[in-house]
Every structure is written in structure tokens, then in C-alpha cells.
């Protein structure tokens, strides 16, 4: 039919790129938490000490793996939010030559992300261990292989750079410039001299100051800048836009210097349970979320990303920046209400 033609177009449409984590979750006890000075409800990023941990935590106790990393998992929210056709959504990243990123690939393919990954042997695949304990969790990540994604080995071979053309819609998140400013650049430009979507999340404060430099060299291709509003006054801080205001903080960042001058730059900023913050044209609007009890939250965790994957679902479909939101709220809500590193089979967004 003409309609399963125009799907079959649409593969490979949504373009991200970033830090591949293998999620592995289980629930542990108190001496585990405690071999390896672990705080119930934390998020770290590994040490020397916890280089052991991950295998332990196999061993011992039934664990879960999931694809994960924040880039990773925004697009699989978006490809979960489209269902069908598979692989609307690609992903490159790198990963070890190992158990761990045997595993990955499955999970990967079992979202139906087109993933991609660059496979090198110095480094064993990341990981981020969910070490559960009744309500809490405890988040340790190791980056190891993530760290190694290299332009010229991956992004420029020529099946590779072929995907890239294919998408008209790009994402990644600000952690990756800790990775390969070069490669962002080629992306972003690339989106820019073809007058496609370019967007970027400032994903942490730390990104915002320690990475200004990088930051502010992608800044002039970005199309839609995301954040949450820790981010956004990190960022307004550093940026010397003298406001706390974050409406005020959405409209300095889009007037910021941009290249491609046919698409006016859009902020949005989330802010948990308040609404959610977008420049539209010269206005800038608050958007409420979803009410939600505080009882039904189960774990906020992973709830940006939702967000981010839920607007591009719909972004990628051409949809009304209302409706990108408007499905940025609903993936959202349904993470927070889901125990765990899980959704449900199929969303259920009009
Ligand atoms: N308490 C809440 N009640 C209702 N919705 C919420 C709540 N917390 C988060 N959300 C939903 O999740 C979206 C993103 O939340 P938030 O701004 O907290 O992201 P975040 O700080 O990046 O989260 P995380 O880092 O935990 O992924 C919100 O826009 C909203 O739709
Ligand atoms: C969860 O962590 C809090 C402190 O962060 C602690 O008071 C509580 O007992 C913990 N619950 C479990 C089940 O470990
Ligand atoms: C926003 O995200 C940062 C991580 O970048 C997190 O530390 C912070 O708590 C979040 N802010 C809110 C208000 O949820
Ligand atoms: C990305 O952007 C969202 C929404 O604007 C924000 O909530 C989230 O913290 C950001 N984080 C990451 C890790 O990309």
C-alpha cells in the first residue's frame, strides 16, 4: 500500500549518537551495597574499586540487561513510541569486543534501534549497574568502551556517513562532547547544509562549565537545545545572561549566534513536576505535565530522556511542536510510573 511505501522512507529517519551503556539491574542487599561503598540511592560514576562489582553482580544475583546511556535511550523511547516500521531510529556508538557488548547488540536489536556500533578491543564495553534495594537504587556507570568512538574509525566510513544522510532528524546528547567534539561537528554541520533538525541536550552542569568551549562550538548548528532547569541556569550562569528567569534563559539561549538562518533556533526546558518551558517564534510558552500522584511515581529516573525520546517520536513525524511535547509528557509519565529500567509493550499515546 502507499502508506507501508512512505514508512518504508521513514527508516532510519531519527539519527542518534552517544555513550552505549549495557543497564544491568538487579536487586542486591545491603552487604553487597556495602563491599563496595555503595550509598542506597546514588549515582556515580565507577572507581578502581567497583571494577569488580559488575561481574560480581552477575554472579550472585538475577539480573536484567537492558541498551542503555541517555542518547541510547532516547531514541529507543522514540522507537518504542513509533512502533512501526523498526529501525525509524539509528544509533552510533562505541562498545567493547566482549560479553557484555554481545549483549547489547541483542538488546539493541530487541527495541528495534538501528544500532551501529564501533567495536575496539582496548576497552571492555560500559555499563551502568541499578543496584536495587526496596525503593532505592543505587546507579554506578562505567564508561570504558563509550569513551572510544572515533571519527575517522566509524562516522566517515562510507555504509556508516550513508546513514547519517539518510536521517532528517539528529540527536545527541551533551555528554558526548566529553567523547568527540569532531564528530558532533560533522553531524551538526551536516544537518545545517542540508537544512535538517539538529538538536542537542546540555545533559548536565558540569557540560555547561567544564565543556563551555566544545558547547559553544556546536551551539551555532543547533536547531532545538534541550535541558532540564538545573541545566538551563548552569548554563545561563556561564553564559553571563545575567537572568534566572528561565523563560528569560529559553529566549537568550535560542538568540545565540546560528548558522543555518532558515530555522530559528527552539529551547525547551523541563522542570519535573512544573511545566515544561519552549520558545515558539518570538513568544516562549509554559507547558504543563501530566498530574500526577505522588504515590503512582515509582521512579523518576530516566525521565528526561523519556521525555527527549517521546518529542522526537512525534518531531521525526513532522507532527506540531505541541504534539512533540505533548508526547514528551506522555513518555515521560509512563517511565515514572514503571518500576525499574522497563515499559510497557506498547504505549498508548492519541
Ligand atoms: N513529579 C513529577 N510529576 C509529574 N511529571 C513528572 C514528575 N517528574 C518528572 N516528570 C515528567 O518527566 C519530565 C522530565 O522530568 P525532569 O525535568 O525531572 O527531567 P530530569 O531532571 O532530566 O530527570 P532525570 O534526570 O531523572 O531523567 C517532566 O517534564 C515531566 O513530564
Ligand atoms: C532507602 O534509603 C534510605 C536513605 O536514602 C533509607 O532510609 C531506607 O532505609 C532505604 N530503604 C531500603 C529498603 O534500603
Ligand atoms: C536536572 O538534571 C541534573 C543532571 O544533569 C540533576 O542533577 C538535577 O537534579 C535535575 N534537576 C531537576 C530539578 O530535576
Ligand atoms: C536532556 O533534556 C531533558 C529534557 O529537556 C532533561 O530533562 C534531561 O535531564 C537532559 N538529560 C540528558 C541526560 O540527556
Redesign the pocket.
Known amino acids: 500500500s502507499p502508506t507501508r511505501y512512505l514508512m518504508a522512507g521513514y527508516q532510519n529517519a531519527l539519527f542518534g549518537m552517544g555513550n552505549p551503556l549495557l543497564d544491568i539491574c538487579a536487586v542486591v542487599d545491603?552487604d553487597f551495597l556495602d563491599k563496595y561503598g555503595l550509598?542506597?540511592?546514588d549515582q556515580i560514576l565507577a572507581e578502581d574499586k567497583h571494577k569488580e562489582m559488575f561481574e560480581e553482580m552477575v554472579k550472585k544475583f538475577k539480573v536484567e540487561y537492558h541498551a542503555g546511556g541517555a542518547t541510547q535511550n532516547s531514541v529507543k523511547v522514540a522507537q518504542w513510541m513509533i512502533q512501526k516500521p523498526h529501525k525509524v531510529a539509528t544509533f552510533f556508538g562505541c562498545i567493547g569486543k566482549d560479553r557484555f557488548g554481545e549483549i547489547l547488540k541483542e538488546k539493541a536489536e530487541e527495541s528495534y534501534v538501528d544500532a551501529h556500533y564501533y567495536e575496539q578491543s582496548e576497552e571492555p564495553t560500559g555499563t551502568c549497574a541499578a543496584c536495587i534495594?526496596?525503593?532505592?537504587r543505587s546507579l554506578v556507570a562505567n564508561l570504558a568502551a563509550a569513551n572510544c568512538y572515533k571519527k575517522d574509525k566509524h562516522l566517515d566510513l562510507e555504509e556508516n556517513w550513508k546513514l547519517v544522510e539518510k536521517a532528517k532528524v539528529y540527536y545527541i546528547a551533551g555528554f558526548f562532547l566529553t567523547v568527540s567534539l569532531e564528530s558532533i561537528l560533522k553531524v551538526a554541520k551536516h544537518a545545517s547544509d542540508n537544512n535538517k533538525i539538529f538538536s542537542l541536550n546540555l545533559s548536565a552542569p558540569f557540560i555547561c562549565q567544564a565543556f563551555k568551549e566544545s558547547l559553544m562550538k556546536v551551539m551555532p548548528y543547533v536547531d532545538i537545545l534541550f535541558g532540564n532547569e538545573t541545566e538551563a541556569a548552569t548554563f545561563a550562569r556561564e553564559q553571563g545572561f545575567e537572568t534566572k528567569d528561565i523563560e528569560e534563559i529559553a529566549k537568550k539561549a535560542q538568540n545565540l549566534p546560528k548558522v543555518n538562518k532558515k530555522r530559528q533556533r527552539i529551547a525547551v526546558f523541563t522542570q519535573g513536576k512544573e511545566g515544561t518551558v519552549m520558545t515558539k517564534g518570538d513568544k516562549v510558552e509554559t507547558f504543563p505535565v501530566i498530574q500526577t500522584d505522588q504515590s503512582d511515581i515509582v521512579d523518576t529516573n530516566g525521565a528526561g530522556d523519556a521525555f527527549v525520546g517521546g518529542f522526537l517520536s512525534e518531531l521525526v513525524q513532522d507532527k506540531s511542536l505541541e504534539q512533540c511535547i505533548r508526547a514528551g509528557h506522555y513518555a515521560a509519565n509512563v517511565i515514572i510510573r514503571q518500576a525499574g529500567c522497563t515499559f510497557p509493550e506498547k504505549p498508548d499515546f492519541h
Not at 534495594?133 to 532505592?136: A, I, K, M, Q
Open positions: 545491603k550509598k542506597p540511592n534495594t526496596g525503593d532505592n
